[in-house]
């Protein structure tokens, strides 16, 4: 492209620089080669002075005298895309007499993305509806754009031309975000394979939407599917948790119990004491009956029938919590003077590995008590006593926080310690770790295999229990 020529289009000369400009955009847009397209689209994206001009000058091309020129706004536009261009190539369409290549389709197409105004969208939707209907890598583009920008435009599209894509991964994706059950399974993804990919290309919004489509379903093997999707996903647990509570995936949630520890594990007893939801095996319901009945002990134990907080009182944990500060709050909390801010970013920082066992050290030994109980409380084995510290009685919860970590995958000879231990905790003292050995054993028998069995307790007060036959009698419990 002529130097002189985009000079003169950028020309701020005083008074004679307006001429000047507006002949070089008559000259760009008689002009045969591409690059006169593309700078006069640049200009626009510039907040040219003579912006109306170039409009005007593109508005009036012909798509079939000048169809090469149209071809190459598209493309321009695919590079740079604007409002008011989208508005001019709605208007004008892709020119019939020019192909619509593979590369034209991706490069127009990848225009579709998250944030993208409603106008420029439409152009692309506009675009895409004349891709050849039978064209599968074509529509695999256009769902591909669905997916990206999440446009209603593209989905309506999707629908109303009946697109197929070659991929059937997307259109899986598709069927489950618009909960359309009888177009994923015509799909017969037997395994879940389809579900599982389905999910790991779905954004955050998406994949609330499948997971509301498999909730309202009763179909078990969509649900077996969909925690097929949810384990090969580098999930939390508490996300796993999270999304099969809200399928209503009970089987799922038991099954997945066998990766948790104990404290994740009463999180689950929590939920199931506040449902009739159950796993429909059977066996496994069961063991969920038990060990609600015995959460719902531990939680009489640890609340009393009366102990209340008086009037206008918070428990400070549960206060810090409902203040859901950043990560960034946390850390400014532990270079504050006053010592409950240094309390609240030692508590919640070292839970969300903010803060390093150096730091708990530190904390022991602090000056302010409130430092040093939370430290007992996040390591009340690992640290050190501190003589007639009134902070001391944190440690009559160190075994309870040692059996929380225990993981519920154990070994036979792991399961059968354990029953001992809860066959020789029934001192009043002991309720609570009688409780909680108890719900251990339950879900650890549960997955240890054959040689377990659910046997009734002597203690009525006690419910149930498990049992193991020939236990070591030479293994030291305590």
């Known amino acids: 492209m002529d130097a002189a020529l985009v000079a003169k289009l950028y020309d701020n000369t005083f008074l004679l620089g307006r001429f000047r400009r507006k002949a070089a955009i008559k000259t760009l847009l008689a002009a045969d080669e591409p690059e006169a397209i593309e700078q006069l689209v640049a200009a626009l994206n510039k907040n040219h002075p003579e912006a109306d001009s170039i409009l005007a000058g593109l508005r009036r091309l012909k798509p079939k005298i000048q169809s090469e020129k149209v071809s190459w706004l598209w493309l321009a536009f695919a590079h740079q895309p604007q409002r008011d261009l989208a508005e001019i190539l709605i208007h004008l369409g892709w020119p019939a007499s020019q192909p619509i290549t593979p590369k034209v389709v991706r490069s127009v197409l990848a225009v579709a993305k998250a944030g993208i105004e409603i106008s420029v969208l439409a152009a692309v939707a506009a675009f895409a509806e004349l891709i050849p209907v039978d064209d599968g890598a074509g529509n695999d583009e256009i769902y591909l754009a669905w997916i990206r920008s999440k446009a209603e435009v593209l989905d309506k599209l999707i629908v109303r031309q009946q697109r197929r894509p070659a991929n059937p991964v997307?259109?899986?994706?598709h069927a489950l975000v618009a909960g359309d059950l009888a177009q994923y399974q015509n799909l017969q993804d037997q395994d879940g394979r389809l579900l599982s990919h389905a999910y790991a290309l779905a954004s955050p919004v998406f994949r609330s939407q499948i997971t509301l489509t498999v909730a309202n379903s009763t179909d078990r093997r969509l649900k077996q599917a969909y925690r097929l999707a949810l384990s090969s996903e580098t999930l939390s647990h508490a996300e796993r948790i999270d999304s099969l509570i809200r399928v209503n995936d009970d089987d799922g949630l038991f099954e997945l119990c066998r990766k948790l520890s104990l404290a994740e594990?009463?999180?689950?007893?929590?939920?199931?004491?506040?449902?009739?939801?159950?796993?429909?095996?059977?066996?496994?319901?069961?063991?969920?009956e038990q060990a609600v009945a015995a959460y719902r002990r531990l939680q009489y134990l640890q609340r009393g029938p009366e102990q209340k907080l008086p009037k206008g009182l918070v428990d400070i944990f549960d206060y810090w919590?409902?203040?859901q500060p950043s990560d960034g709050e946390l850390r400014s909390d532990l270079r504050a003077e006053d010592p409950f801010?240094?309390?609240?970013g030692l508590f919640l920082g070292y839970q969300r590995q903010l803060v390093g066992q150096a730091a708990l050290t530190?904390?022991?030994d602090s000056k302010h008590?409130?430092?040093r109980m939370v430290a007992q409380?996040?390591?009340?084995?690992?640290l050190g006593k501190t003589a007639k510290?009134?902070?001391?009685?944190?440690r009559s919860c160190a075994d309870d926080a040692v059996i929380l970590q225990i993981p519920i995958a154990a070994t036979p000879f792991d399961y059968a310690c354990h029953t001992r231990q809860l066959q020789l905790t029934h001192q009043p003292s002991a309720a609570r770790r009688h409780c909680l050995l108890e719900i251990l054993c339950l879900f650890q028998g549960a997955f240890v295999g054959s040689s377990t069995e659910v046997l009734e307790l002597d203690e009525a007060a006690d419910a149930t229990a498990i049992s193991t036959e020939d236990v070591p009698d030479n293994v030291d419990f305590n």
Not at 170 to 173: K, P, S
Not at 265 to 288: F, G, I, K
């Open 170 to 173: 997307y259109e899986a994706l």
């Open 265 to 288: 594990v009463l999180e689950l007893c929590q939920y199931w004491a506040q449902t009739a939801n159950r796993p429909s095996l059977p066996e496994q319901a069961a063991v969920v």
């Open 321 to 323: 919590y409902s203040q």
């Open 341 to 344: 801010e240094q309390a609240r």
């Open 362 to 364: 530190a904390a022991a």
């Open 369 to 371: 008590w409130p430092l």
């Open 377 to 382: 409380l996040l390591d009340p084995q690992g």
């Open 389 to 394: 510290d009134h902070v001391q009685w944190v």
